[in-house]
Nanobody, 116 residues
């Protein structure tokens, strides 16, 4: 069984920063691409950022230049540094991982709220 545990969410004022972490554990058959997605009630889950094992990154248009994804392959952890947060960034942020067999796994999510 594979588990993804997110942490680092919370309440922050507009213009502030947060750093999310996601640790993968369990019976992992090789870790492929990992990433962050977010969802607000009534809307589809959207891409925030992904990173390959070779550290190639991809970002959603709304977060480019503000968010940075990084990865520690030894610790099976990814991070999301979020700067200049705005109210529209308020969402539940989910960690995603694909293993070498192409199976996708999701964490339970961590709430990020941007409000003054």
């Amino acid at each position: 069984q594979v588990q993804l545990l997110e942490s680092g969410g919370g309440l922050v004022q507009p213009g502030g920063s947060l750093r999310l972490s996601c640790v993968a554990s369990g019976s992992i058959i090789g870790i492929g691409i990992m990433g962050w997605f977010r969802q607000v009630p009534g809307k589809q889950r959207e891409l925030v950022a992904t990173i390959t094992a070779g550290r190639r990154t991809n970002y959603g248009d709304s977060v480019k230049g503000r968010f940075t994804i990084s990865r520690d392959n030894i610790m099976k952890t990814i991070y999301l540094q979020m700067n200049n947060l705005q109210s529209e960034d308020t969402a539940i942020y989910y960690c995603n991982m694909e293993d070498r067999l192409g199976r996708a796994f999701w964490g339970l999510g961590t709430q990020v709220t941007v409000s003054s």
